[in-house]
């Protein structure tokens, strides 16, 4: 799995030097898939490489309650937000459907100026609801 996971990082240091600002119209971000899926240690990388190439993140976040469940159990947490706040401080991120979040998350997640792509017919498809 390391030499996997080394093999990603190469080749997502090569894409940013060879494609950054070359296009006027493609733009790049760092791709986490999801908390969930992240164990700490990746995590951490993928924010300093984003945060060093000055890059966004951009992160599927609470789609449905599972996942709630387990953010809440490999992390220790009480709510994925507190996971937010712990490792993307000052991190251009872009969540996408956050659609399991309570209205305290939501304002916590509106100070820590956190993005969300809401993808509603994605989540009715799935099975998620929107909230």
Known sequence: MANLQEERMEELEKLVRRYRDKYDLITLNVGIHGLYTTGKETLKRMIY????????????YCENQK??????????VDSPVEVLEDYFANTHTILAHAVKVTESEIRTLSKMKMN????????????????
């Open 49 to 60: 490489f984003a945060k060093e190439n000055e890059l966004p993140i951009h992160m599927h």
């Open 67 to 76: 996942e709630v469940e387990e953010i809440k159990k490999d992390y220790s």
């Open 116 to 131: 969300v792509a809401h993808c509603p017919i994605s989540n009715l498809r799935l099975g998620c609801r929107c909230c």
